[in-house]
């Protein structure tokens, strides 16, 4: 069973369009990311909720929105895409606890092309 | 904000070579996570490691957390071509969140 799904896996669309990606976890973890991986393959946080909760908001314009409907789920919706835009996108969810040390688990990622 | 410097950011060698990544930083970590990410896929959590001075194996890598804690490597002896991929390593800082180093990407010709 798939631990971290994302959808869609590849996406292509043009500059201007505003567009979705899911994640769903059903590891029960408590804490859900998105993650940004540029050609050069650096990954980059971009948000990071807990329970629902936005706890990390790195600067990333806010053309994208995140959102999280249950500790389960949480989407990214982007608004007026740009050509920059264009990556990879990765959900992770890691189990919160006493400690930070427990695991990140990614989904596939979500190729974004923006022409 | 802090980030790990990673280095080398590309490495090429030839099958049964070895080969190592190294992460510093200029601050104490408080651990340390190493990740595998192969072409095309997503990145694979590795190891953790949390002690000053740890050392541990899995196989042909071996891990490795520096006395001061903060720098770490990652060592593959007799390289395949299964090794193939992007090492990351990570740091977690406060507020939950996992920042990763730019990664070293491995090429291995047989």
């Known amino acids: 069973d798939t631990a971290v799904s994302q959808t869609p896996k590849y996406l292509v669309t043009q500059m201007g369009n505003d567009k979705s990606i899911k994640c769903e976890q059903n590891l029960g973890h408590d804490t859900m990311y998105w993650y940004k991986q540029d050609s050069k393959k650096f990954l980059k946080i971009m948000f990071s909720y807990n329970n629902k909760e936005l706890i990390i908001n790195e600067t990333v314009p806010n053309r994208f929105s995140p959102k999280s409907p249950d500790k389960a789920h949480l989407n990214l919706h982007i608004n007026s895409l740009e050509l920059g835009d264009s990556a990879v996108y990765f959900c992770?969810?890691?189990?919160?606890?006493?400690?930070?040390?427990?695991?990140?688990?990614f989904g596939n990622g979500t190729r974004l092309t923006v022409t | 904000g802090q980030q790990v410097m990673q280095i080398p950011q590309y490495q090429h060698v030839q099958e049964g070579e070895d080969f190592t990544t190294y992460c510093n930083s200029s601050t104490t970590l408080s651990n340390i996570q190493w990740y595998k990410q192969r072409p095309g896929g997503h990145p694979v959590f590795l190891i953790q490691?949390?002690?000053?001075?740890e050392v541990k194996k899995q196989k042909r890598l071996t891990f490795q957390f520096g006395e001061a804690k903060k720098n770490s490597s990652l060592h593959i002896t007799a390289t395949q071509t299964t090794d193939v991929g992007t090492y990351f390593c990570?740091?977690?800082?406060?507020?939950?969140?996992?920042?990763f180093g730019k990664g070293t990407t491995l090429s291995v010709s047989s």
């Open positions: 992770a969810s890691r189990k919160e606890g006493n400690s930070y040390n427990s695991p990140l688990h």
């Open positions: 490691l949390v002690k000053s001075g």
């Open positions: 990570a740091e977690v800082q406060a507020g939950t969140a996992l920042i």
